[in-house]
């Protein structure tokens, strides 16, 4: 180590040998159970940038944390108006499968999942749209708007992960969804059990009960603090809140704004 840096893998030149020695490394970790945080193991690969917004390598998203790099990935709220209903909405709900192998059976955002090497996050977002909610590609991209990033540290639980104490720097890019009262987004690939149309007034029991995924929750504030759910009238700590989900992340990468190789040139909107 020098300068803060950890350097690893010196002798290999490219991107695909990388990737190549980082496989073995894990694949032989995952199949002596070394960590039991790759029990989640998925055979989905996640980018690990360098400091000049190159790609170094990609690696199984079970093992990210493994080496200290951020995480990315996607999120969605989905909700539809209803004049009858606390501030005037309610927003579709799921519940992780039971069978998950990470926060089984908690709730979730209605769309989420993470944003593999190569691609663009609307397009992660619409992907994962129809696999764990049935809902059609044309209406994601006509109306799913994005909102904006979230940049956050989480500090792993066993009973969530398999190991207590790993440390995910990690970036959502969050996209608002206003549904038509006539679509209901249904499980399709078994990553989810059911979906709910809550109220905010549920959502608030059910975030104050701690049964929704940690970056789920937080996503979730996100929400009510920019449709003017949740203020300064009602929460004296909402600039401590706003903070520590917008941290600066020391680590190379697209949430960046000045990093050279920015995955996406879409803007943010006013969900409003």
Known sequence: MADRTVMLFRTLQTEEDRT??????????????????????????????????????????????????????????????????????????????SNKSTFPGMLDNTVAGGLTTGEDPFECIIREADEEASLPDHLVRSTAKWVGNATYIYITEAKFIGEDGYIYPECQWVYDLKLPADVIPKPKDGEVEEFRLLDVEQIKKDLAAAKFKPNCAMVMIDFFIRHGILTEANEPDLALIRAKMTRELPFPGPHQPTWAGHITQQQPVNAN
């Open 20 to 97: 190549l020695a980082v496989a073995k490394l894990t694949g032989h970790w995952h199949k002596n159970s070394t960590f039991k945080s790759l029990k989640g193991w998925r055979d989905e690969l996640w980018p690990v940038y360098g400091r000049t917004g190159e790609l170094l390598f990609s690696v199984e998203r079970a093992a990210v944390g493994l080496f200290g790099a951020a995480r990315y990935g996607v999120h969605m709220v989905a909700y539809v108006e209803d004049e009858t209903a606390p501030h005037g909405i309610k927003i579709w709900v799921p519940k992780r499968a």
